[in-house]
């Protein structure tokens, strides 16, 4: 397991999950990897939409955007597409965007992303 980089929690290892959410993030948001992860927020969002979009749904985003890096994350269809949506919409705005009926959690940024960007 790696090392977090700086601004993020420490005490939380880099796992391949969390790399596959990094990866993605990067890809629907347009932002590299280092200003998500000094965001401290990776793994708190990471866990909004596994737990949101279920377990199911939250592979089949990782799968379908991940398995062809260079594919425009624009081709992705039906819930995929919504899902993809949510997602990013989390990492702009902090909040959720409902994919179903019922999602939109209230997630608390640390004190210290204030004013960084992507929320």
Not at 12 to 19: A, F, K, S
Not at 63 to 86: C, D, V
Not at 104 to 110: A, E, T
Request: hydrophobic letters at 40%.
């Amino acid at each position: 397991m790696s090392r977090r980089a700086a601004g993020t929690d420490a005490g939380v290892p880099i796992t391949d999950g969390t790399r596959r959410f990094i990866s993605l993030s990067a890809r629907l948001t347009g932002f590299d990897r280092a200003e998500l992860e000094v965001t401290g927020l990776v793994e708190t969002y990471r866990a909004v939409a596994a737990q949101e979009l279920g377990a199911e749904r939250y592979e089949r985003l990782l799968n379908e955007a991940l398995h062809e890096p260079q594919k425009p994350t624009a081709t992705l269809r039906g819930e995929s597409r919504a899902a993809a949506q949510a997602v990013t919409h989390l990492w702009y705005t902090a909040v959720g965007r409902a994919v179903h009926e019922g999602w939109c959690p209230r997630v608390p940024m640390p004190r210290a992303s204030y004013g960084r960007r992507p929320v």
